[in-house]
């Protein structure tokens, strides 16, 4: 365990009672499958743990570490001023504005720890059996925090998840920042590399996020070679939020991505909605996510039924639920009110959730029997 240990605990317990109050006031939907929502085996594929940060425990670390916050803007006034303004972003980039001042308050691997294992402890106690989850080196790495740093607290949350917590199995995926030059991107890619977490079972895989518009795949196309040419597998990229389903489209040919995270502009493209479908590749779409950053007017404009109906492969996720104020949870019940699905759909999203992870088959038969047993119930 890195950092000091007895900041570890305090920290734990803590941060878990700020997320018991950032949460929304009830997790009930207002649904017939309400409770077989609940029991339902879950897993998450899009969740950046930077994005689970509460401003409770932001505020904390930032006094404990000594950052200074922002003095022209009131929303740095309290944690209730923070939680106010984070129900009003008006675009990707004015969150994103805030999701970076967030890391700030990051600095030790206690921290990480600290963050992790709460993400991890409230996940599971929503049924997530299987999370993959992004977090962003490069922000870290440019204010002088070490990626060995970073990971050292990740894997010391996972191992003690591993303990007490044991239905849930973890894999982590560092994402390349899109609003940072290439070559930073590379130099990103060469450490990850040289540490050799690719290829002990540390890292599942490779990922891109932040900002999307003006930011055309082929951009990024020489770092996604130069990590498939170091034997690199499992890629996926953040399109098809912001940007327009030929970015989706190009990043399949370009990237060799075999996931794409949102994905919700798909749906505009009829031979991309068959392209996907006939190659598996998974879409790991967050409702309400797209809803607070207005990507959607509303639920029902996220196309739920359009994929179902054509059998494209997608999970249901939260993003940065410290931000739009839901875990999956409040997700799986956002998109039941707005479309009213059936047990049989329930039961095709969970399997392809599993099938489209990145674990292996033996734990993939494992996840699908929890499913099992629950479908048994409901059946």
């Given at each position: 365990m890195s950092g000091n240990?007895?900041?570890?605990?305090?920290?734990?317990?803590?941060?878990?009672?700020?997320?018991?109050?950032?949460?929304?006031?009830?997790?009930?939907?207002?649904?017939?499958?309400?409770?077989?929502?609940?029991?339902?085996?879950?897993?998450?594929h899009h969740v950046h743990i930077e994005g689970t940060i509460s401003p409770e425990l932001f505020f904390r670390l930032a006094s404990k570490n000594g950052i200074t916050l922002p003095s022209d803007d009131p929303a740095f006034d309290s944690p209730a001023a923070l939680h106010a303004r984070y129900q009003n972003f008006t675009s990707l980039d004015d969150f994103l504005h805030y999701y970076f001042i967030g890391f700030s308050a990051l600095i030790n691997a206690s921290d990480f720890e600290a963050l992790t294992y709460d993400y991890l402890a409230l996940a599971y106690s929503q049924n997530v059996y299987h999370a993959e989850i992004f977090f962003d080196p490069q922000a870290h790495i440019s204010r002088n925090v070490p990626y060995h740093t970073i990971i050292a607290g990740m894997n010391a949350?996972?191992?003690?998840?591993?303990?007490?917590?044991?239905?849930?199995?973890?894999?982590?995926?560092?994402?390349?920042?899109?609003?940072?030059?290439?070559?930073?991107?590379?130099?990103?890619?060469?450490?990850?590399?040289?540490?050799?977490?690719?290829?002990?079972?540390?890292?599942?895989?490779?990922?891109?996020?932040?900002?999307?518009?003006?930011?055309?795949?082929?951009?990024y196309k020489s770092v996604y070679d130069a990590a498939k040419a170091a034997g690199v597998g499992n890629f996926t990229a953040h399109y098809g939020e912001e940007g327009p389903s030929d970015y989706v489209k190009d990043a399949l040919s370009l990237l060799n991505v075999s996931r794409i995270d949102h994905g919700r502009r798909s749906a505009e493209?009829?031979?991309?909605?068959?392209?996907?479908?006939?190659s598996a590749t998974m879409l790991t779409l967050c409702p309400l996510s797209n809803v607070v950053l207005k990507g959607v007017d509303r639920m029902q404009d996220i196309p739920i039924r359009e994929f179902l109906d054509a059998n494209v492969r997608?999970?249901?996720?939260?993003?940065?639920?410290?931000?739009?104020?839901?875990?999956?949870?409040?997700?799986?019940?956002?998109?039941?009110?707005a479309f009213g699905l059936a047990v049989e759909d329930w039961e095709k999203i969970a399997r392809g959730a599993i099938a489209g992870s990145w674990c292996s088959l033996l734990r993939k038969e494992q996840l699908l029997s929890e499913v099992d047993s629950v479908l048994q119930e409901w059946n």
């Open positions: 240990p007895d900041d570890v605990e305090p920290a734990v317990g803590a941060l878990r009672y700020e997320r018991r109050q950032m949460l929304p006031k009830t997790t009930m939907c207002n649904d017939k499958l309400h409770q077989f929502l609940q029991a339902l085996p879950k897993c998450e949350a996972k191992a003690r998840a591993a303990v007490e917590l044991p239905k849930l199995s973890v894999e982590f995926i560092p994402c390349l920042l899109r609003h940072l030059p290439v070559p930073s991107a590379h130099e990103l890619l060469e450490e990850l590399l040289a540490s050799g977490h690719f290829f002990d079972g540390t890292l599942v895989g490779f990922g891109m996020s932040s900002t999307e518009l003006g930011k055309h795949p082929s951009l493209d009829v031979d991309l909605i068959a392209q996907l479908a006939e997608f999970s249901i996720n939260s993003d940065d639920p410290a931000y739009f104020g839901g875990y999956i949870q409040e997700n799986y019940c956002a998109i039941q009110e």
